[in-house]
């Protein structure tokens, strides 16, 4: 087995594939952290393949094992943009970004998601556009043999190389970008490891030294080969299956890596200096929705008539003057109370005259104690302070999930007015899907008046779900 030795400088692994790297990444998250403190090491980071999955569970064994987080991920980056998707033409590199600070972790949230919704081909892709738009409060590393630099020095074009490592360098600013170091005994190593501190050198950009670890100990490369051989539909006993050619890959001592660099002592030293640069924590406990802006110059109630889709030739056909619309519904949230209108094509307009006109909107056949109001002086079925408008032309088909939909809108509103946020700003704040019965329903605006809220759960068996107590 590997022996950790007494640690005497300070070292921070900055490559890590947990389990969550799907059959690749073979560091158990709660192995991860023993085997972080037995090689005497007080801060680790997780950059799983293309995704964030286990950042939250990383980050729980982290803090509890006394061991300092480090949020990240290894994004694939499109050769052209993340819109190509040619075969044999348009493939990936790898980069890898680390969290500084909140910011950093919300823009590699929405590099992460844009990789899936976008730029998916083969792999989760991002592309330098996306980078040059979601780049600030993160590090950058410039990744391992699949790297963009990397891969321009196997290819014998140094100036390329060169070239694309200032390019990042200017992007990700002074500090924020590092040559990565490493060294895994294998033939290219010995090629492109040379061509890298070069690269430094003439450029001044700093390096950091990491390992490529894929699992825990040098004795567990065998279950990591295996791995790979279900991920690619191979058998262990093919010669020609995806495979490691060394067992280098594991978490390695600062006596082990420092060894692997001699004469590159402030590669292995910067990587404390980056674990020190990142402060990002999770904040557990609070409901974290989001602020929807409005466009610049348009009120609250003019963004709710525009998010209806209705047409002014639609309102006027129900009896509303487009141009009293929104003035119409601000003096009614003068007045206080939850204004929602559910999205229907068919039905908006209708909703909308209604409540306009203070009449009874509908009521909500699935839920006794609830019937829907204009105002405060009818609510005999305890529901005070409510203008919920929906389309119920739909039969509900489960009855209990739609229970727990309003009660669960009901407890985020109350949690909302706790925090006594203005709420009228949030839109699109809670969704509907057609398949569970009532057809078209998507609230696209929401203002919350909490007096009497208690007074909405009427019968015992209307106590919050666990799920929403779970938030």
Not at 351 to 369: A, M, N
Request: aromatic share 8%; proline share 4%; glycine share 8%.
């Amino acid at each position: 087995m590997s022996e950790a030795l007494p640690n005497t400088r300070p070292f921070v692994h900055l490559h890590i594939h947990t389990e969550y790297s799907l059959l690749d990444g073979a560091c158990r998250i709660d192995q991860l952290m023993d085997r972080v403190k037995e090689c005497g090491q007080t801060a680790i980071a997780c950059t799983d393949h293309g995704v964030m999955y286990g950042c939250v569970q990383f980050y729980k064994a982290a803090k509890k094992a006394g061991i300092k987080p480090i949020i990240g991920c290894e994004v694939y980056v499109a050769t052209r943009t993340r819109f190509d998707k040619v075969n044999k033409i348009d493939g990936n590199n790898h980069l890898i970004l680390l969290c500084k600070n909140e910011t950093g972790y919300k823009n590699l949230a929405k590099l992460v998601s844009a990789a899936f919704i976008e730029g998916f081909y083969s792999k989760p892709r991002v592309d330098k556009q996306l980078l040059e738009q979601y780049h600030e409060g993160l590090i950058c590393l410039s990744a391992c043999l699949a790297g963009e630099i990397p891969q321009a020095i196997l290819s014998g074009d140094y100036e390329r190389a060169k070239a694309s490592a200032l390019w990042y360098r200017d992007l990700f600013g002074e500090g924020n970008y590092y040559i990565e170091l490493q060294d895994h005994g294998l033939e290219e190593d010995n090629i492109v490891l040379p061509q890298l501190i070069k690269l430094a050198r003439e450029t001044g950009i700093p390096m950091a030294a990491t390992n490529d670890s894929h699992y825990l100990r040098k004795e567990d490369a065998k279950m990591q080969g295996i791995l790979l051989c279900i991920q690619t539909g191979k058998t262990v006993d093919e010669a020609e299956r995806m495979r490691f050619e060394t067992q280098e890959f594991y978490l390695k001592s600062e006596e082990e890596m420092r060894a692997l660099f001699p004469g590159q002592e402030e590669a292995a030293d910067n990587t404390a200096l980056i674990a020190q640069k990142c402060s990002f924590d999770f904040e557990f406990g609070r409901y974290h929705l989001p602020r929807f802006k409005l466009p610049e110059g348009e009120s609250l109630p003019e963004n709710i008539v525009g998010l209806t889709g209705i047409t002014d030739e639609r309102l006027q056909t129900e009896g509303v003057q487009p141009t009293k619309a929104a003035s119409q519904i601000a003096k009614l949230m003068q007045n206080g109370p939850t204004l929602m209108i559910a999205h229907n094509a068919q039905f908006d307009a209708c909703f909308l005259r209604g409540l306009l006109r203070g009449q009874k909107v509908g009521r909500i056949d699935w839920l006794d104690s609830l019937t829907v109001y204009k105002d405060r002086r009818a609510y005999p079925h305890k529901l005070a302070n409510a203008i919920i408008a929906y389309d119920l032309t739909g039969k509900v088909q489960n009855s209990h999930r739609a229970i727990d939909d309003v009660l669960a809108l009901f407890e985020v509103l109350k949690a909302m007015d706790d925090e006594r946020e203005d709420l009228g700003s949030y839109v699109n704040l809670f969704g509907y899907n057609p398949k569970y019965g009532v057809s078209g329903r998507r609230i696209v605006g929401v203002r919350y008046e909490p007096q009497s809220f208690s007074k909405g759960l009427t019968r015992p068996e209307q106590t919050l779900p666990a799920r929403v107590a779970r938030r």
